[in-house]
């Protein structure tokens, strides 16, 4: 197989489809600098916070989600989505793609549609069960399914042909050594070298149950000598902390270096999303999951092999309370030994090569 000349990403919305994007971004342009790489995004969406910064072209098209029932807005869907796949296909003509790779959200259904229009190969990279409503519907175009994590063709019908390549990952998470670089990172924190450190982040958008739990329980975590990096999410509420601490508690709205917190931590308290669990999995690093309640409990599908597999804990959110991080958190953190078996188990399940697997997978589609 040649080199691939242009390659077309699609994924937008929120940061489970942006960063595995990116991540494999870096990595098509490490193996070949002079490839030509177009992202779609829609003008709302995430992306255009992240994409640009990273140095990758980023063309707008309209995008519309997609409905989940039989509504009006379904009636009208073909008409939009016809609209949408045709500003792909000028896109796909003008940069004379190659393949076009989708990792879903709303925007990747153009793409998809324009690609198929044109007999080009697709490649879907999906990390839930069930996968997500605009993957599903490329799945009608292409049998090039690449999955991030094991348990997923075992869970969902859709995705029983699929191959595991696992989830890529920025190369400043894929390649971190935590113990290497913890005592600069407990510093960039303000954080004692020689103290436990609970890392607790809810996902982009932060978690309220996880902040009032933790924060309630600030004054008991210090007097046990535990510190705490706490992020709390850039749309939350700040959290009341006592300020006569004995030790530290840090709190910051939004973390863009999460290694950073990676490497500070002993042990982790966050979400379920699908790239939490590929990231904190693959560098070892122990972690309490508190999957988000509201939804098709994709979350709890998620961190559940993690958790067999020896590398966590599981809990609904509903039970956690300050008394309950009082009870489990503390002695947990306070078991070095119970910790590093953990983070080891964490480690064996997760892999730090999805982005280079996931290039393996997409020569071969292309290939064929």
């Not at 519309?64 to 896109?91: C, E, F, H």
């Not at 988000?292 to 956690?320: C, I």
Request: aromatic share 6%.
């Amino acid at each position: 197989m040649g080199p691939l000349r242009s390659v077309v990403l699609c994924g937008g919305g929120t940061g489970g489809h942006i960063y595995p994007l990116l991540a494999f971004a870096d990595c098509l342009r490490r193996h070949d600098p002079s490839v030509r790489i177009t992202c779609l995004g829609t003008p709302k969406g995430l992306e255009n916070e992240l994409i640009p910064p990273a140095g990758y072209d980023l063309r707008q098209i309209p995008a519309y989600q997609l409905p989940r029932s039989v509504n009006m807005s379904l009636v009208r869907t073909p008409d939009r989505m016809w609209k949408a796949a045709r500003a792909a296909g000028k896109i796909l003509d003008e940069v004379r793609a190659d393949v076009v790779i989708g990792f879903g959200g709303y925007v990747s259904v153009p793409g998809y549609l324009a690609a198929w229009r044109r007999e080009l190969p697709i490649v879907i990279h999906e990390v839930n069960v069930p996968p997500g409503v605009a993957n599903r519907l490329g799945m009608k175009f292409t049998k090039n399914v690449a999955v991030g994590f094991p348990h997923q063709p075992a869970q969902a019908e859709s995705l029983r042909d699929a191959r595991v390549v696992g989830v890529p990952l920025r190369r400043g998470i894929a390649g971190l050594d935590r113990a290497a670089v913890r005592n600069a990172a407990r510093a960039h924190f303000g954080l004692r070298p020689d103290l436990p450190v609970l890392f607790v982040a809810g996902g982009s958008q932060g978690a309220r149950s996880i902040n009032l739990a933790v924060s309630g329980a600030a004054k008991e975590l210090a007097r046990n000598g535990v510190q705490v990096l706490h992020v709390i999410g850039a749309r939350n509420e700040p959290v009341s902390v006592p300020t006569d601490l004995p030790v530290p508690y840090v709190t910051v709205p939004y973390l863009s270096e999460m290694e950073l917190g990676y490497a500070a931590a002993d042990l982790m308290l966050g979400r379920g999303g699908a790239m939490t669990c590929a990231e904190v999995a693959a560098i070892g690093l122990p972690t309490v999951y508190v999957p988000y309640p509201h939804s098709n409990q994709e979350q709890k599908r998620n961190a559940l092999p993690v958790v067999e597999a020896g590398g966590g804990l599981l809990v609904d959110d509903a039970e956690v309370t300050p008394a309950w991080v009082e009870r489990t958190v503390i002695p947990l953190i306070r078991d070095p030994q119970r910790l590093a078996a953990m983070g080891a188990a964490a480690a064996a399940y997760g892999r730090r090569d999805g982005d280079v697997a996931l290039l393996n997978f997409v020569y071969e589609a292309v290939s064929r």
